[in-house]
DNA sequence: GCGGAATGAACAT
DNA sequence: TGTTCCTTCCGCA
């Protein structure tokens, strides 16, 4: 689950359960245990997301910085907080919630002046207000390098992943293989456009749903169905499966190790 | 019960 | 280009 979208739940999520609070920290399993002990008893200023970073202001002006990877995840509960099941790097405790983190990629505390560093790496979040999608059309116009390739580049945009690069280049009908320099500034600007929104109800509804009304199996008489991530798209790990547009059946190529879906007849060669 | 895959990215080579 | 981090879940015995 964890692309941008999810992050920024959990940013809000984080905001609201503890946003201006004194907070209790501790690292059960042992690997964030310095980190937690200088967290504990500061108050949590205040939760943010840029792209996939979870960033944790506190008292002091250091940062709690979480990237959940692939594996990690979070679960909230009430207070008290059971034992802790698993493998728990960092739990929080609030007022009346506690949050436990398990299996991040990152978990670490930044110095004041962390957060711009990590921040100057980092693409524009179609998720913030602040996200330009000039900045990410200034990297992709000049470089042979594939779009789907940027598209999951966190330098270039920061927040959208594998499920969402695949959706957004099928919907925009778009050839994952055309170089950034052959797509038209347009057409970037529709790419971005429909991230910002698909994200944005990402974040609403807490999963990826992709397909259009009229494309759903109700509208196309269709028994409903819900993917195994828990939403409805065109291609993503639909490889050898029909195009619910078009009917042709959706490839799948390993792209920088990375499963790529497309359809080639909703997605021909050269179209950007 | 086991093996493989998974919504990610840093690092070594 | 390949390795590693680290956890969960699914399909297959």
Redesign the pocket.
């Known amino acids: 689950?964890?692309?941008g979208h999810?992050v920024h739940r959990l940013a809000a999520e984080h905001q609201r359960m503890f946003g201006g609070r004194v907070v209790g920290a501790v690292s059960p399993?042992g690997?964030f245990a310095e980190g937690a002990a200088a967290v504990d008893g500061q108050v949590l200023e205040g939760a943010d997301a840029h792209?996939?970073?979870l960033l944790l202001r506190l008292a002091d002006e250091r940062s709690v910085h979480v990237?959940?990877?692939?594996?990690?995840?979070y679960v909230f509960g009430g207070l008290p907080a059971p034992e802790p099941?698993?493998?728990v790097?960092l739990r929080l405790t609030g007022e009346a919630h506690h949050a436990d983190l398990?299996?991040?990629?990152?978990c670490e505390l930044l110095e004041p002046g962390g957060v711009k560093l990590l921040r100057d790496?980092l693409g524009p979040d179609p998720l913030r207000a602040d996200g330009d999608p000039g900045r990410a059309w200034r990297r992709i116009s000049r470089t042979r390098t594939p779009i789907a390739v940027l598209l999951?580049?966190?330098s270039v945009v920061?927040g959208?992943?594998?499920?969402?690069r695949a959706e957004v280049l099928f919907r925009q009908g778009v050839d994952p293989r055309l170089p950034g320099r052959r797509l038209s500034a347009e057409r970037w600007g529709a790419i971005w456009d429909d991230l910002a929104v698909l994200m944005a109800e990402g974040v609403r509804a807490g999963r990826?749903d992709t397909v259009r009304p009229e494309h759903t199996p109700e509208a196309m008489g269709r028994p409903p169905r819900v993917d195994?991530?828990?939403g409805e798209v065109y291609v993503?790990?639909r490889a050898g499966q029909p195009c619910l547009v078009c009917g042709g059946v959706v490839r799948t190529v390993e792209v920088?190790?990375?499963?790529l879906f497309w359809c080639p007849v909703c997605q021909p060669p050269g179209r950007g």
């Open positions: 689950m964890p692309e999810t399993q690997r792209g996939k970073h990237h959940l990877g692939i594996y990690g995840k099941v698993g493998v790097r398990r299996g991040p990629n990152v790496r999951m580049d966190q920061a959208p992943g594998n499920i969402y990826i195994g991530h828990g993503y790990r920088a190790s990375r499963n």
